[in-house]
């Protein structure tokens, strides 16, 4: 059974941090694309950062690309988003997802919420100026 849990949110003011978790079980960690995405209340879902468990790359949204950094622990089956200087337009549900086995890091694209198979229950942020 696949499964995805996030922890990490809160609430805290504009150019504060905050550091977001997602410990995945369930399926095998290497060669995976897992990445963060946010939706805003009346918003669709967009993503934000991708790794690609197998070499570690990494990709950032230009929104939040020099705040945000996506990482992972191995060993831990385990991913985090690092958030500084975050803004009040941060504010959204922060949902960690996983793409299929098999992947490649050319297939860990975050234009399209759908092509990610599976996703953890989400962690709020709220971002007060």
């Known amino acids: 059974q696949v499964q995805l849990v996030e922890s990490g949110g809160g609430s805290v003011l504009a150019g504060g941090s905050l550091k977001l978790s997602c410990t995945a079980s369930?399926?095998?960690?290497?060669?995976?694309?897992m990445g963060w995405f946010r939706q805003a209340p009346g918003k669709e879902r967009e993503g934000v950062a991708s790794i690609y468990t197998g070499t570690g790359s990494t990709y950032m949204v230009d929104s939040v690309k020099g705040r945000f950094t996506i990482s992972q622990d191995y060993a831990k089956n385990t991913i985090y988003l690092q958030m500084n200087s975050l803004k009040p337009e941060d504010t959204a549900k922060y949902y960690c997802a996983a793409g299929l086995d098999g992947r490649t890091w050319s297939q860990c694209g975050l234009k399209n919420a759908n092509e990610w198979n599976n996703w953890g229950q989400g962690t709020r942020v709220t971002v007060s100026s």
């Open positions: 369930g399926f095998a960690y290497s060669r995976k694309c």
